[in-house]
C-alpha cells in the first residue's frame, strides 16, 4: 500500500508540474503606475527575441488581449512600451525504478535485483520576459517572467501562450508590499 501511496504522489507531482507556470515579477518602486493608461509594442526588442514570427504573434496577441482586458488601450502615443524576450531549456529526466521481485536485500545478502526500469524523457522549458518600459523616460519600470514546459503541438500553443502571458500578468499592476 506504501509503494502504491508514493507512486500516486510521483505521478501527481510530475503532472501537475508540467502544467504550471512558475512567475516572478520586478519593478520600480518610485513609478506610478496609475498614470500608464496605454500601450505599444516596443519592435526592436520583439525583433531580436529567438523564437519563430508565429510565436511571436501568439504572444504579442496574448499581450495585447490581457492588456486590453485590464483597461489598456493601444496607442501610436503610448505611456508604456512593452518588449519581450525569451530562452529555452531542454530538460532531460531520468527515472530510475529499481523495485524488483525477490526477497531484497535486506533479507537476502545474495539478491541480484532482478526487475526494475529506467524511462528517460525529454521536454522543453521556456521562459518568457515581459518589459513595460516607460514611454517618455524610456525606462524600465516593471518586468514579469514566466516559467513553464512547452507544447510541440500546434493546435495548443496559442492556449499554452495565452496560460504563460495570462500568469505572468496577473503580476501587473504591482501592489503595494
Known amino acids: 500500500m506504501r509503494l502504491f501511496s508514493l507512486l500516486s504522489l510521483i505521478l ?5 508540474s508540467c502544467v504550471t507556470v512558475r ?18 509594442f516596443y519592435k526592436p526588442g520583439i525583433d531580436k527575441a529567438e523564437i519563430s514570427d508565429l510565436d511571436k504573434k501568439r504572444i504579442l496577441r496574448a499581450i495585447e488581449a490581457d492588456m486590453t482586458a485590464k483597461g489598456f488601450t493601444k ?9 519581450i524576450f525569451t530562452k529555452t531549456k531542454e530538460n532531460v529526466n531520468v527515472y530510475q ?3 524488483g521481485w525477490g526477497y531484497g536485500w535486506a533479507w537476502n545478502p545474495w539478491y541480484w535485483g532482478v526487475g526494475g526500469y529506467h524511462t528517460v524523457t525529454r521536454d522543453t522549458q521556456g521562459t518568457l520576459y515581459i518589459d513595460l518600459i516607460d514611454a517618455s ?25 495565452n496560460e504563460i502571458v495570462g500568469a505572468i500578468l496577473e503580476k501587473y499592476p504591482p501592489q503595494a508590499n
Open 97 to 99: 525504478n529499481n523495485f
Open 137 to 161: 523616460k524610456k525606462e524600465l519600470v516593471w518586468q514579469g517572467m514566466g516559467t513553464s514546459a512547452l507544447t510541440n503541438d500546434t493546435n495548443r500553443k496559442q492556449e499554452k501562450m
Open 23 to 40: 512567475v516572478a515579477s520586478d519593478y520600480d518602486k518610485q513609478a506610478n503606475f496609475n498614470t500608464y493608461k496605454s500601450f505599444a
Open 12 to 16: 501527481i507531482i510530475t503532472s501537475t
Open 75 to 83: 496607442s501610436a502615443t503610448p505611456d508604456v512600451l512593452i518588449s
